[in-house]
């Protein structure tokens, strides 16, 4: 295997923060901008341009880049650590800009999503940005300097809607691509005339075939979990697609333990690499699937009854906005705390905040005040976690390979967001409810899609507790990136961190369960007209009442609404739900449900409806005893 490196002269390192160091990340954070934008912003007018290419493959426009982006990013990134980061960051660039000036002027939606394929490329910009800081910049300041890059940009993301709204109303659809245009030509010449070259660099030549096996195996991957929803997961095409990616992924694993220069060398990932993509895939994975459900939240009305619900409650802009600011400060932060106490310690902390933010949702998904608190903790969690990923794995790995290990940071990142929203979208249709006829989310897919979530982030804190145990590395300060390298951040003790992890995470689980406790608890416990602990209980509202309040743990209520009276549910159960048909949908005057629980079941029914189950009981009953009589007199002939 050839692993030889050449080192430049070390003339660009900045050891401290100056002007010249202040430029760059400015210039970085610009290239950032464009593969925000490229990849996107185009789905602010998705429905401009199905109209225009008169098609309905909304799902193969959405996903067209970042599936492109997949294939893109092991050629690219094992292309940066052979002919420079600079120089494949500017090629990057470039081809992003070309494929927008496609999309600007396709006549067709084939040659749009040739343009979309190219624009793909601006993937690798967030990992080739990140390596290339890394080398041009001591450690001290490196890990700050990556944390502003990876997260500045979401100043502008901030922004941006009210910039592009204008454009898009007076210029239409296309002013997007035109923007993405401009940036990408600025990003150029800025990198061109201000960014240096990384000074270290790897001998070899790309593995081709196996770039080309690791990221059609991805975008196949890929492309099954963003595309099934829409097209169907067991449809032909889709399981082809499934089985293609597959079977490409096995096929790379296979090459690259027989070839002398792999894409990504398997073999010489260490445990603590290994164990930070673990860390970040589920992480990455659980915070993207909540803040997914931003839309899902803020469009349904609190007065449908189903647990959940913002609309109307407060402004939306505010929820969708929420997360920003916690990216920035998240991201600029951990890069802050990382030259000072580790990266690793500053991710566990990210996946720390990022676990408070996604329990808070619980609550949060029919609480205004508790949704922006979850969705702001989870913006941070995002912002750090980013960061102290891309510092972390970069840490670990000697600069000839800090290409090739950014990229599959950033591949884990996509990956992680992809799977667990698919597998949170699947919970979210396998258990439906239906109000005034129309098929609904219901509260308990809710509950299950925010609580796999919430597992995940345990799951990925005692992986990242793992690695923060292992104490830092000391680094004298000013050594170069180069030196530093040959101390791997964590340091492997002798002992058995396994069953102090599995401590942690019963520590965690622990705490996240009484958290909920206390959150249902008191409102369950002092319910004011019933409640129902492990067992169940019938209330039955009166003619001239105005509001019920009932509570349920582990339990079941049966609110009896009479004829002449509209229920309309409301509060939350959690890990369970409410059931309301005639009484919820039938004319009268209004009473007011408010339901509080957690593992249960609150049933709202008409006086005949209890008297319906109540016959069906009991002739179930009496067939239950006609068995067992049956049954007995079988026996007492068997012993005659």
């Avoid at 225009?52 to 193969?60: E, G, I, L, P, R």
């Avoid at 690259?256 to 930070?276: G, H, M, Q």
């Amino acid at each position: 295997m050839n692993d030889a490196t050449v080192e430049l002269a070390p003339v660009v390192e900045e050891r401290r923060w100056s002007a010249r160091l202040i430029g760059w990340v400015v210039v970085l954070v610009l290239a950032n901008r464009v593969a925000d934008t490229v990849l996107t912003t185009p789905q602010m007018v998705t429905s401009e341009i199905l109209e225009h290419f008169s098609t309905n493959q909304v799902a193969w426009l959405n996903s067209s880049a970042l599936l492109a982006g997949a294939i893109w990013s092991p050629l690219l990134a094992k292309s940066a650590d052979i002919y420079g980061k600079r120089r494949v960051l500017l090629a990057t660039l470039v081809l992003a800009g070309v494929g927008s000036v496609i999309c600007l002027v396709a006549p067709h939606l084939v040659v749009f999503l040739l343009g979309r394929l190219l624009q793909g490329s601006a993937m690798a910009v967030v990992f080739l940005s990140v390596a290339l800081t890394r080398q041009v910049s001591a450690p001290g300041v490196a890990m700050t300097a990556i944390g502003i890059v990876t997260s500045a940009s979401a100043i502008i993301g901030i922004v941006e809607p009210f910039v592009m709204d204008p454009l898009i109303d007076r210029f239409g659809w296309r002013s997007v691509f035109v923007v993405s245009v401009v940036l990408a030509a600025a990003a150029v010449l800025c990198v061109r005339a201000y960014i240096p070259e990384s000074p270290v660099r790897t001998g070899g030549r790309v593995d081709v075939l196996g770039a080309f096996l690791l990221g059609t195996g991805l975008a196949g991957v890929l492309g099954y979990a963003s595309l099934g929803q829409d097209l169907g997961w067991l449809s032909g095409g889709m399981v082809v697609l499934l089985a293609a990616g597959a079977a490409a992924l096995a096929g790379w694993v296979v090459l690259a333990l027989r070839v002398e220069e792999p894409i990504v060398d398997l073999r010489a990932l260490s445990r603590p690499i290994l164990l930070t993509l673990l860390a970040v895939v589920l992480a990455a994975g659980s915070f993207q699937a909540v803040i997914q459900l931003t839309d899902l939240i803020a469009s349904v009305p609190p007065e449908l009854g189903l647990g959940y619900g913002l609309k109307g409650v407060g402004p939306n802009a505010l929820l969708f906005a929420a997360p920003a600011p916690g990216i920035i400060l998240g991201g600029i932060v951990a890069g802050w705390l990382a030259s000072r106490i580790g990266p690793a310690r500053t991710l566990l902390g990210g996946i720390a905040i990022g676990t408070a933010g996604t329990f808070t949702m619980l609550a949060g998904v029919s609480s205004f005040p508790l949704a922006v608190a979850g969705f702001a903790l989870l913006g941070t969690a995002a912002g750090a976690i980013n960061t102290s990923g891309f510092n972390l794995a970069t840490g670990l790995a000697p600069p000839a390979r800090h290409g090739v290990v950014s990229g599959l940071v950033s591949v884990m990142l996509a990956v992680g967001g992809a799977v667990v929203t698919v597998a949170g979208t699947a919970v979210l249709n396998a258990t439906p409810t239906v109000v005034d006829g129309t098929p609904q989310n219901s509260a308990t897919g809710m509950y299950l899609y925010i609580l796999i979530a919430g597992i995940l982030f345990v799951l990925a804190t005692a992986t990242a507790t793992v690695l923060a145990r292992k104490r830092n590395a000391p680094q004298t300060p000013g050594r170069s990136t180069r030196e530093a390298v040959t101390e791997p951040i964590p340091v492997v003790r002798t002992h058995h961190p396994q069953n102090r992890a599995q401590r942690v995470a019963a520590g965690v689980g622990g705490t996240l369960v009484a958290a909920v406790a206390l959150v249902f608890g008191a409102q369950i416990l002092t319910a004011h007209d019933g409640t129902a602990l492990l067992g169940s209980r019938q209330v039955a509202v009166a003619t001239d009442q105005a509001r019920m309040e009932v509570g349920a743990l582990f339990g079941t209520v049966d609110v009896v609404v009479p004829d002449g009276v509209r229920a309309r549910v409301t509060g939350r159960v959690a890990f369970g739900g409410t059931e309301c048909e005639r009484a919820c949908s039938e004319p009268g005057r209004e009473v007011v449900v408010d339901a509080v629980g957690a593992f249960a079941t609150v049933h709202v029914m008409r006086p005949s409806e209890v008297l319906a189950d109540a016959r069906e009981q009991a002739r179930e009953d009496a067939e239950d005893a006609a068995e067992a009589a049956r049954e007995r007199e079988q026996d007492e002939r068997d012993g005659d």
